[in-house]
Each structure stands twice: as structure tokens, then as C-alpha cells.
């Protein structure tokens, strides 16, 4: 299990997706403003903008906040101007690590992202030497508490075009491609299956084992403190972490 999907599960157990609901909807704003500056304000004919909404309405924005969004990136309403960087580099234990941002001042987002690799024992890494190892794909995960029929999710799941259903321990992992994963999310929920998210992260098949619960740990505070980064969006990481260590660690 990549470890982007393995740590969006505990943080959703934490509560901490809820907790910082306001960060996050400030992120996939800014996501939006960028792809309708890019592409304009049509879902219909904007691909990128067309994920960044249905990410956003998987958050539960308002109609309103995503409308002011696309508007200011159209430049109906003021706008900052964003550049879209990734970083790449490494975690303590050689755990892969890519970091997207969208930020108004590359030298000052440089430098804090710089800072947390120092502080946090990893190490950044030049362009591609991380990046290679990943791929985007589309992640929708189910709650699997209660009974769930797995027969009928992957059913469900294969109607709605995903390509890979996999039992994660108390959470569903559905794999599809990344155009269609909010599509899936859709057709889960009216099939009556409990979703906890959808996402399309970068995801590795190269994963490192972390059998350590302190290496764990150290790996979950750099990945965390990247997060709480205003300008960084999302922090992908190829980790591979067993279910009690994680819990521990994170705890």
C-alpha cells in the first residue's frame, strides 16, 4: 500500500482531516484559481479544473467558494499569481518523498520547504531523482466498518471503471484512473458504500519498509510538518509501514 493512501487513512481516523478542513479548503481553492487561469472557467472544457472542483466538493466546499475561486482565476474577481513547483528529496531511512506547491514567491516557498528537510533529517534531492518512481492515480477509500459485501463493492467498483479493489483493514483501497476517480466516489455512494475519501495522488510501486515505530515516527513529523506548509498541496511519499507501527507512531 503506497504510503500517501496508508496515511490518508490514519489521519481520517485521527480526525484530523476535519480539523484542518479550513487549510484544506484554502489549498484546493488556490488549486482551482490555478487551473481556471490556466484553462478558463468551463468544467466541461478545463480537465484540470474539472478535478480540482470535484475535489473540492469532495471536501464539502460550498458552491459559493468554488465559484469565487474559478472567478478569480479567470480574473473576474483579484487574483494572486501562483507558480506550480515540485520539490523533491528524502525522508529519514531513504523514504521518497515529492512535495507540490503552488506558490506567489518560489524563493521564500524554496526556503521553508529546504528548512523542513534540514530540521527533519531528510534531504532534498535534485529534480527526477525521486519523481520517476511515481505515478498519478485515482483513490477512493471506503469505510469498511460494519459489513461491507465485498462482492458488491468490487462489483460496484468495476461498473463505475475502477481496475483494483483491495481490503486494507478496516478501510476499502479502490484504484482507478485518475480522470474517473471522483466519477467512482460518485458511484460507490449511490451503490449505498460509505466513502471516506477521493484523491489522485502520486503513487509508488517502489516501497521502502519502515519496521521501526520511531524511524516511523520520524517519517510521519516530516511529512506533517510539509503539510502544514500554506503553500504546499500535497506531500507523496512511498513508504511502506505495517498497520500497528503506523498506529503507533502516529499516535
Known amino acids: 500500500m503506497s504510503g500517501h493512501s496508508k496515511w490518508a487513512t490514519i ?32 468544467i466541461d472544457t478545463n480537465p484540470t479544473l474539472r ?10 466546499m460550498t458552491n459559493d467558494a468554488i465559484d469565487r475561486a474559478v472567478k478569480r482565476g479567470t480574473g473576474e474577481a483579484g487574483s494572486d499569481s501562483y507558480e506550480a513547483i515540485t520539490y523533491e528529496g528524502y525522508a529519514p531511512g531513504g523514504v521518497a518523498l ?31 531523482a525521486v519523481g520517476w518512481q511515481f505515478s498519478r492515480r485515482g483513490v477512493v477509500l471506503v469505510d469498511g466498518g460494519g459489513t461491507v459485501d465485498e462482492e458488491a ?21 479502490v484504484m482507478s484512473e485518475p480522470n474517473i476517480a471522483y466519477e467512482v466516489k460518485d ?3 449511490t451503490a449505498g458504500f460509505s466513502v471516506e475519501s477521493a484523491d489522485t495522488p502520486m503513487v509508488s510501486d517502489n516501497l ?15 511529512m506533517e510538518a510539509m503539510e502544514d506548509n500554506d503553500d504546499v498541496q500535497d506531500v507523496y511519499s512511498n513508504f511502506d509501514i505495517a498497520d500497528e507501527i503506523m498506529e503507533a507512531a502516529a499516535g
Open 11 to 42: 489521519k481520517h481516523k485521527k480526525g484530523a482531516a476535519d480539523k484542518a478542513r479550513g487549510k484544506l479548503f484554502a489549498k484546493v481553492a488556490r488549486q482551482i484559481e490555478v487551473a481556471a487561469k490556466a484553462g478558463g472557467g468551463d
Open 153 to 173: 463493492l468490487m462489483l460496484a467498483a468495476l461498473e463505475a471503471g475502477a481496475d483494483d479493489v483491495v481490503d486494507d483493514g478496516g478501510t476499502w483501497r
Open 187 to 189: 458511484a460507490l455512494e
Open 208 to 222: 521502502v519498509p519502515v519496521t521501526d515505530v520511531d524511524d516511523a515516527k520520524k517519517v510521519l513529523r516530516i
Open 98 to 128: 515529492l512535495i507540490d506547491v503552488l506558490t506567489d514567491n518560489r524563493n521564500r516557498t524554496g526556503a521553508e520547504i529546504r528548512a523542513i528537510f534540514s530540521k527533519m533529517g531528510g534531504s532534498m534531492a535534485e529534480p527526477g
Open 51 to 60: 478535478t480540482a472542483v470535484a475535489k473540492a466538493r469532495a471536501a464539502r
